[in-house]
């Protein structure tokens, strides 16, 4: 567990939403495409860091989403180190 990773798993982080609500920003978009920025959409769907997963879902063998990241944290350890080492480097980037 490190600072990004706690980032990410928590939501308490360069997220839109996040940083609106604790009043450091006035809109909850993203920064790339004006979308609603909230953890799941950066983390699993948001098109500035959605090819980072693809290694991952390479090596999970499907595509990671916000409703299985749970299982696939849980199912073993080369998943759950692919995906950590992915969410760490989207957070680490943004």
């Not at 990671?64 to 969410?87: C, G, H, M, Q, Y």
Request: net charge neutral; with cysteine.
């Amino acid at each position: 567990m490190d600072y990004h990773l706690t980032q990410a798993l928590t939501g308490h982080g360069p997220f839109g939403s996040y940083l609106k609500k604790i009043g450091k920003v006035q809109t909850d978009a993203c920064w790339y495409c004006r979308e609603t920025d909230t953890p799941s959409y950066t983390l699993f769907v948001g098109r500035e860091w959605i090819r980072l997963g693809d290694e991952t879902e390479g090596t999970v063998g499907e595509t990671v989403t916000v409703e299985n990241a749970k299982r696939l944290i849980n199912s073993d350890v080369v998943a759950r180190e692919a995906l950590f080492a992915t969410l760490k480097e989207i957070m680490r980037r943004k």
